[in-house]
């Protein structure tokens, strides 16, 4: 069964670096056979795709977020990251982390992180 | 990118009721969506996927039809525990969710 777990700080400095980490049991980090995914929700609003990462390394990201956004994959911890700069208080929202077979809809979300963005 | 809309944005409904949720995509998508299940404070759930795949454990009241650009979510018989909001994702090219369909008690 594969378990998702989000991590990081609830309160993020306008300008400033949103770093979030997501922890994977159940499944390999490098396995060909999943691909790494984050998708933000704003308060009382809809579900905005973030980004993926293949085990590749490939990343792909939604142009709304203007170059802001950067996953990376850890190996070692068999754990994924997403670094969001430049943030605005836009930027405030539940983060969940979410996986699935390779190419395919996800069919396991974290239970989500809710990042404020506040001076 | 793909755009997905989704309507209608909500709906009232009663117990027993038979209820329908659309999406349309910009571009075809082929069979490449899902639908989810969001309750509140909750992650969503996946219902559907492949347009009409029942995920394993999901009720067979759920339901979906359609490929290309037209996709429906259809529950046969509305129950208690279905009130919530639902969307739709395309992942044909990258990801692209609609809006969003909040079903509530009439």
């Known amino acids: 069964q594969v378990q998702l777990q989000e991590s990081g700080p609830g309160l993020v400095k306008p300008s400033q670096t949103l770093s979030l980490t997501c922890a994977v049991s159940g499944a390999s980090i490098s396995s060909p056979n999943y691909y790494w995914i984050w998708v933000r929700q704003h308060p009382g609003r809809g579900l905005d795709w973030v980004g993926f990462?293949?085990?590749?390394?490939?990343?792909y990201y939604s142009p709304s977020l203007k170059s802001r956004a950067a996953i990376s994959v850890d190996t070692s911890r068999n754990q994924f990251s997403l670094k969001l700069s430049y943030v605005t208080v836009a930027d405030t929202a539940v983060y969940y982390c979410?996986?699935?077979?390779?190419?395919?809809?996800?069919?396991?979300w974290g239970p989500g992180t809710l990042v404020t963005v506040s001076s | 990118d793909i755009q997905m809309t989704q309507s209608p944005s909500s709906l009232s409904a009663s117990v027993g009721d038979r209820v329908t949720i659309s999406c349309r995509a910009s571009?075809?998508?082929?069979?490449?969506l899902a639908w989810y299940q969001q309750k509140p404070g909750k992650a969503p759930k996946v219902l559907i996927y492949?347009?009409?795949d029942l995920e394993s454990g999901v009720s067979s009241r759920f339901s979906g039809s359609g490929s290309g650009t037209e996709f429906t979510l259809t529950i046969s018989s509305l129950q208690p525990d279905d009130f919530a909001t639902y969307y739709c994702?395309?992942?044909?090219?990258?990801?692209?969710f609609g809006q969003g369909t909040k079903v509530e008690v009439k």
């Open positions: 994702l395309q992942y044909n090219n990258r990801w692209t």
């Open positions: 492949k347009a009409s």
């Open positions: 571009q075809s998508i082929s069979s490449w």
């Open positions: 990462i293949y085990y590749s390394g490939s990343a």
């Open positions: 979410v996986t699935g077979e390779m190419g395919n809809y996800g069919g396991h």
